[in-house]
């Protein structure tokens, strides 16, 4: 009796090792759609005039803070508007080649980002000088050339602070100026800051924190769902 039963309770134990991964698949694809939580939407909002209907219920929607058109020149000599970033994951940092305490802190964040997401179409890289008067063209090129930044990937960029410093402070929401008591320094934020497709701010990472710099490879795994999810909807 005992022989006859062992081939069927191994037969049972092996069907029951493949159906496993097909259930948990299943789960994840089916019942764990919506199961991840949305990043925030950093910056003031108002309520637009529009709505959209939800299970029968008018709601309406809301208008996002987003950043506006800047116009930037590439460590190529090129001209670059922010807006040119629409559609794809941004992520978003400043510096100035001078600095030798914080900026390579800040770049060895980056440059485990970058080369975690180099092969992601969906991903860019926005390094933004505040000295524009030191980091001329020659300069953010042999500075981009350095960190190995490939065009179109990551662009290393600069403008005049007239421009640049009043859309860090009121459409980044991170504090830049010269250093008052010393005129060759800058007092910047190390953040890294994740944009969305639509230009909205999604997340602030300190780029030094080994824990921030993991939660922000985490969190754009998650705006990358939800990316294709749009897409795929479309």
């Known amino acids: 009796m005992y022989r006859n039963k062992f081939p069927l309770a191994k037969i049972l134990i092996l069907v029951t090792i493949l159906a496993v991964p097909g259930f948990l698949y299943y789960l994840l694809q089916e019942k764990g759609k919506n ?12 309520v637009s005039s529009t709505f959209h209907v939800k299970r029968g219920v008018k709601i309406p929607d809301t208008i996002y803070h987003q950043i506006p058109s800047l116009k930037l020149k590439t460590s190529n000599g090129e001209l670059l508007n922010i807006q040119d970033f629409k559609g794809k994951l941004t992520i978003v940092n400043f510096f100035y080649s001078n600095n030798k305490e914080i900026v390579p802190r800040i770049n060895e964040g980056l440059l485990s980002l970058y080369k975690e997401y180099n092969d992601n179409n969906l991903i860019r890289f926005l390094s933004i000088s505040v000295d524009p008067k030191s980091d001329s063209i020659p300069v953010l090129f042999q500075y981009a050339k350095k960190l190995n930044a490939k065009k179109g990937k990551w662009e290393i960029v600069t403008t005049d602070t007239t421009t640049l410093y009043p859309i860090i402070r009121n459409q980044f929401f991170v504090n830049v100026l010269k250093d008052p008591q010393n005129q060759s320094r800058f007092i910047f934020s190390d953040k890294l800051i994740l944009l969305d497709a639509e230009q909205r701010i999604r997340g602030y990472y300190t780029a030094t924190s080994y824990n921030d710099i993991k939660r922000l490879s985490d969190e754009t795994k998650v705006m990358i769902t939800e990316e294709l999810r749009k897409i795929k909807a479309e």
């Open 35 to 46: 199961r991840y939580k949305p990043l925030p939407i950093f910056g003031p909002k108002q």
